[in-house]
């Protein structure tokens, strides 16, 4: 407990002689998480992962999805690695691998001039869905779907403080084969007709706040799909 104090009292007087400085906290050297260690570190690492690819993005969701409980979304700090020695023809496990890391701040450890074209293209993809997925998740309004043992779906829902918009994150979990999932909201506005967008399907549908809200949205999960993500806007 010594060395957790001291660096916690070397933390809070760099950040009283750098209030503008940029810190990365670390869970592994700072030994604990709390609300002092929150404050005065922009992001924080929680955790090592394995090497890459389904492992690693499972062990991402575990530890992201759990830590929004009582960490912001912008302190949750988790990496894809090694996307060049990944499968380039599984598109599927990149996105997936990918979106593992988008409940938090996303980082990428990888030589992308390494990265197969194809693959590269699936990656600049979901950075500029991350950047949109953002600009919802920084109201700090939100509910999560944990990892369970034997569930269908662990996900995470944004929204707008508004309550006019929302991004789904939602991810395969201890199923294998075709299922279909649903999505329901607590935070949008019942009176409100809102244009649902599945971003990976394309498909556009106009359901009421009320009937989201009460019945939630179907999300189809084909045998190889391995996640989602959903885009809410008030209808055109």
Sequence with gaps: MKNVVAYQDALRDVRKANPDLSIEGCMNGGRMINELTQLLTQTMWLRDGSHKGLMHAR??????????????????????????????????????????????????????????????????????????????????????????DG?????????????????VLLYRWDVEGAFNSKVRF??????????????DLGTKTRISGKNLMKKGVPVLFSADRRSAMLFLDPAP
């Design 151 to 167: 569930a269908e779906t662990a996900g995470v829902t944004y929204y707008s403080a508004d309550q006019r918009r929302a991004g």
């Design 59 to 148: 062990e991402n969701l575990e530890v992201a999805l759990g830590a929004l409980d009582f960490m912001f979304p912008w302190s949750v700090y988790r990496f894809t690695n090694n996307l060049d020695e990944m499968d380039p023809e599984d598109q599927e496990l990149t996105r997936t691998y990918c979106r593992s890391a988008m409940a938090g701040v996303w980082g990428i450890s990888s030589d992308l001039s390494r990265i197969d074209r194809v693959q590269q293209r699936v990656i600049v993809k979901e950075i500029q869905r991350y950047w949109q997925l953002n600009e919802i998740k920084q109201d700090y309004l939100y509910e999560v779907q944990p990892p369970r």
């Design 186 to 199: 607590r935070n949008l506005q019942p009176a409100t007709m809102y244009q649902v967008r599945d971003v």
